[in-house]
């Protein structure tokens, strides 16, 4: 019987030191970015039969089991640092294969890639830049991005122009600024992204009882017209009611050949744009006040605004908790450029772990669902924010000592079984 405490005892001293070595990994990652603690399971070893009793003969660890409860959260300064607030796990991959994580820790590679500091890189889903998706699961890629230019189709003025102005003479390029009554520039873009200044000038045409007509004139000067001359390229007219109200608009006429505007720079000729003063009151059925005005008060530019804008190159990103990642552009415009992915397995207790805040798929895991954030019960994503170890320093140093206690007393077991043995030896004496 001594002889058998003896083994009974080492099983003690075996499965207490494997569990010292769980909890010292568990203390030793306490701020490790995403780490999941582990706990142990103990069962005691199959007993041998004595008569109608049994006797055990030991403990064995049966299981080591990662605890994948929320962490808590760290705001940090780098918008690549994503955190996953729900049961999701962030997909990355290299030449070895697929593994996942929750350490967000991610930056930029040279090639782009966002990728972990082992430079695993990131999966997700990648937009065109009419922001549809490009392609199923693949590198979230953000190098070499740029925002297309896109040429001026519409130009809206808001202004008032003076009803106690005088006729002048017709409208001459040569002397516009004696031959209009007010004018305003704004600067439009072409099919290449190249802005242009056009001045538009307004002159008062007519005075009646019903209401005032005014013209207006396009001009583009010589050194972006590709005649290389001053001259008008669109032209119309609008008349008010005699409350000053907005009441007609005409037709656009192009006075050029091509049927529109004709840009230097080898941007495509015939550029139509369309001028939008208003909703008149009998061309828009609006209200006519909500635009271009006719009132007895100085003339000016109240608004003005155009569609069109130049090429721009990726400056910024931010990150929305779906996982939509959004450039924003040296052009001021903005578009989603791709989505994080995010996996949710089963039994995520189950799978196996790979070092480095990486685990793989395993059969005991099951297979991933693979989503987008905020679905199929995946959870969040937050930029700019880690999550810490779930570890409770607490917790573990109370098992410390639980398994510290262990330890010693199986090593007591096996003292007390020698010196039994011991007392049989001295029988023969």
Do not use: C
């Not at 889903?125 to 693949?138: D, E, H, K, V, W």
């Not at 040569?174 to 439009?188: D, E, K, L, P, R």
């Not at 721009?312 to 939509?324: A, P, R």
Request: glycine share 10%; proline share 2%.
């Amino acid at each position: 019987m001594a002889l058998t405490s003896l083994f009974t005892a080492v099983s003690g001293m075996n499965a207490n030191s494997l569990a010292l070595s769980v909890i010292g990994d568990n203390i030793a990652n306490m701020n490790t970015t995403g780490f999941k603690s582990s706990r142990t399971a103990f069962g005691d070893i199959l007993a041998s039969q004595l008569g109608e009793s049994q006797v055990g003969r030991g403990v064995l660890m049966t299981a080591i089991t990662p605890q994948f409860n929320q962490g808590t959260f760290e705001n940090t300064a780098n918008v690549l640092d994503l955190a996953v607030d729900g049961d999701g796990l962030f997909i990355l991959t290299d030449s070895a294969g697929s593994y996942y994580s929750r350490a967000g820790q991610f930056s930029m590679d040279s090639n782009g890639n966002v990728v972990n500091p082992s430079n695993q890189r990131l999966q997700g889903y990648l937009y065109s830049a009419t922001g549809a998706t490009t392609s199923g699961l693949g590198d979230i890629n953000i190098s070499a991005l740029n925002s297309a230019p896109n040429s001026t189709s519409s130009v809206t003025i808001s202004a008032n122009l003076d009803s106690r102005s005088t006729i002048p003479p017709a409208f001459a390029v040569g002397s516009a600024n004696a031959t209009s009554n007010f004018s305003s520039s704004i600067t439009v873009y072409d099919s290449l992204g190249n802005g242009h200044i056009v001045d538009v000038y307004f002159r008062k045409a007519s005075e009646a009882a019903a209401g005032n007509s005014w013209e207006w004139f396009a001009v583009v000067g010589a050194s972006d017209s590709l005649s290389g001359l001053t001259e008008i390229q669109a032209n119309g007219t609008v008349t008010f009611t005699n409350n000053g109200a907005l009441n007609t608009e005409s037709a656009e006429n192009y006075p050029l050949a091509s049927g529109g505007f004709d840009f230097t720079g080898g941007a495509a000729q015939g550029q139509v744009i369309d001028f939008d003063f208003g909703t008149s009151i009998v061309t828009d059925s609006g209200t006519g006040l909500d635009g271009t005005t006719q009132f007895g008060s100085p003339s000016s530019t109240i608004y003005q605004n155009q569609d069109g804008f130049s090429s721009g190159s990726l400056k910024s990103i931010t990150i929305s908790q779906d996982g939509t990642m959004t450039g924003i552009f040296t052009n001021g415009q903005t578009r989603a450029i791709a989505q994080v992915a995010l996996a949710k397995f089963a039994a995520p207790s189950n799978l196996q772990k790979m070092g480095k805040n990486l685990y793989a798929e395993s059969t005991r895991s099951g297979q991933p669902v693979i989503s987008t954030p905020g679905t199929s019960g995946t959870g969040t994503v937050l930029s700019n924010t880690l999550e810490q170890s779930n570890v409770d320093l607490a917790e573990e140093f109370v098992r410390l000592i639980m398994s510290q206690r262990g330890f010693q007393a199986n090593s007591r077991m096996i003292s007390t079984s020698d010196e039994l043995m011991m007392e049989l030896v001295n029988l023969k004496r």
